[in-house]
């Protein structure tokens, strides 16, 4: 099976930095948050591919995952293997590329991928965040195969005054770690999706639980792309697609904490999610407080 990571769009909150550089490829300390998820994708079983939707504005996303041999020679030459090893290991990844030149919105993106997808179940991986342990897809894996390979969403809790800025889950918990809080909003437990409602009114949700960008989806829900109509902002959203399966297919929900994982969607984040991973890597965190200066106050 495959993961999908779209990566066509144009990265404005990023301007004017990502005019020449796709945001993707913007580091998180040495390597580019782009291969964070590629690496994400490839962790649970059975996932032999990922398959980029690329647009063809930004040929610098697949010029970093082709091989350099050359590159990686004159690297050795100089003493550098550490380095080539970094090198060389990025462009053997299993990755290959699709193309959305014209942006339709998540859903269209999706299905620009589906002749990769053989007619099996697939993951959708969304760019600006990453799970540094590379678990969340695993334990989503696990769901499924639990509940004969029923799609399964990644969503986590959030503030009941906060609902209205996401697409928020409607069901019932199923499954529950013992101990956990009667509301079933807590980590590992599990849902099964019985609708999905966008930016509900505080008194209108149904939870207060909120699709946070990683998907396992049934191949159904690629025929069901071809026929989708636009939705909201004129674009073709892959929530109206879901909504559609649930009519045909079981869906499930696990709930995750957010915060195993790092957002790189704003220039703040980006740069928060700089300085966790610093402080989180043993041979960084010295140099990294050291580049701050002794009047940065760090918690």
Known sequence: MKSIIPAAGLGTRFLPATKCSPKELLPVLNKPVIQYVVEEALEPEGVDGVVIVNSHEKPQIEAYFAEDAEFEAMLRERGKDALADAVHEAGAL??????QDDPKGLGHAVYCAKDQMDGDPFFVLLGDYFVPDRQMCVDMATVSAAHNHASVIAVAPVPADQVSRYGIIAGECVESLPGCNATGEEEGAVWKVTGLVEKPAPEDAPSHLFIVGRYLLSPRIMDLLATQGTGAGGEIQLTDAMERLLEEEEMYAVVVDP?????????????????????ANESEAAAFKEALGRDVKLG
């Open 94 to 99: 299993p990755v290959s590329f699709v193309y």
């Open 259 to 279: 915060d195993k994982g790092c957002d790189t969607g704003t220039p703040a984040a980006w740069a928060a999610t700089n300085a966790r991973m610093a402080l």
